[in-house]
């Protein structure tokens, strides 16, 4: 149980230890999973970005801001942000997904230089908000969530690859140094992307979400998972879908370095599947152990500048 005070009607240390987050097994990979993903990654890679860049009115000591737009798969228009360094030599490029909040901004605190940065949107969610997807993250993460082969979270996952595309597009000499940072649904995201991607060289997932589908069937969040849970519970089986969208199993066949930051405690997403994203990593990996994510806990402060630091090390030889 953890020392954590809170009101929830469930423990969402979930009665584990960090010794037993590390033993959480992987779950069954179907034979077909890495056709599954690859033909999906064929078809983006056939994608025209059709980009459309232009300066933002905000101003940055040290970032010329500008929005972008591309086209990703299925025709869905992604939009976003790029941060691209008044000053210095271009030497690596970087996509940061958001969490399921979405996102209205870029980020100005990443730690790590000499860096192009592409912020964006997944598809149905703040500038890539649409006709037909819910914002909502209760009713995003159920779309299409009874057709494996049309099921939006494989679209979100597009958007990276499609985004790698056009941020090499704009900057060709970057490839080579591409990374990418992705924090709850964008850790998770992150994980199924960056599998099947040779472009992307590093890559850090904060508090991953979709880790071990079966396992988060049967655990209450506050989360999408929630959603989903309540869905299964009426519907029937979706692991005829989640099978393929696991962020662990899709970890198994990541062999670039990965740095992850797991919670002990996370009312959101539940820490047995983040750490099984974690455990599920075959090549050069890193742990992060955060006190909890999603929820505010003394030292939480301190807790964020430490692994900010640790990213701008671990990033520092893209």
């Known amino acids: 149980m953890s020392s954590l005070s809170h009101s929830y009607h469930f423990d969402p240390s979930y009665g584990h230890t960090l010794e037993s987050l590390l033993e959480v097994p992987l779950p069954n990979e179907p034979e077909d999973f890495q056709n599954f993903w690859l033909a999906r990654y064929q078809k983006a890679l056939n994608i025209h970005p059709q980009?459309?860049?232009?300066?933002?009115?905000?101003?940055?000591?040290?970032?010329q801001i500008s929005d972008i737009a591309y086209e990703s798969t299925d025709g869905f228009r992604i939009g976003g942000w790029m941060l691209i360094p008044k000053s210095g030599q271009l030497r690596k490029g970087m996509v940061v997904g958001h969490g399921y909040g979405g996102r209205d901004g870029p980020d100005f605190d990443m730690p790590i230089s000499d860096?192009?940065?592409?912020?964006?949107?997944?598809?149905?969610?703040?500038?890539?908000?649409?006709?037909?997807?819910?914002?909502?993250?209760?009713?995003?993460?159920?779309?299409?969530?009874?057709?494996?082969?049309?099921?939006?979270?494989?679209?979100?996952?597009?958007?990276?690859?499609?985004?790698?595309?056009?941020?090499?597009?704009?900057?060709?000499?970057?490839?080579?140094?591409?990374?990418?940072?992705?924090?709850?649904?964008?850790?998770?995201?992150?994980?199924?992307?960056?599998?099947?991607?040779?472009?992307?060289?590093?890559?850090?997932?904060?508090?991953?979400?979709?880790?071990?589908?079966a396992l988060r069937l049967g655990l209450a969040t506050t989360g999408s998972g929630a959603a989903v849970s309540m869905y299964h519970r009426r519907h029937g089986n979706v692991m005829d879908t989640l099978k393929y969208y696991d962020a662990a199993l899709s970890a198994r066949h990541i062999s670039i370095p990965v740095h992850v930051a797991a919670a002990l405690f996370d009312p959101v997403v539940a820490p047995p599947g983040q750490f099984a994203v974690y455990n599920g990593l075959s090549g050069p990996k890193q742990l992060f152990v955060a006190t909890a994510g999603h929820f505010d806990f003394p030292g939480r402060e301190e807790q964020e500048s430490k692994l900010l630091n640790e990213l701008k090390t671990f990033f520092d030889p893209l």
């Open 115 to 213: 860096t192009v940065f592409l912020f964006p949107c997944f598809r149905g969610l703040s500038r890539s908000a649409c006709h037909g997807v819910s914002s909502n993250p209760a009713y995003h993460v159920l779309h299409d969530i009874d057709k494996p082969n049309r099921y939006l979270l494989g679209g979100c996952v597009e958007d990276i690859w499609v985004g790698v595309t056009a941020l090499l597009q704009l900057f060709p000499e970057l490839e080579g140094h591409i990374g990418y940072q992705g924090t709850s649904f964008g850790g998770g995201i992150g994980s199924m992307a960056v599998a099947w991607d040779p472009r992307i060289q590093l890559a850090a997932f904060n508090v991953p979400s979709f880790g071990h589908q």
């Open 51 to 63: 980009i459309a860049l232009s300066e933002n009115n905000a101003r940055h000591a040290h970032y």
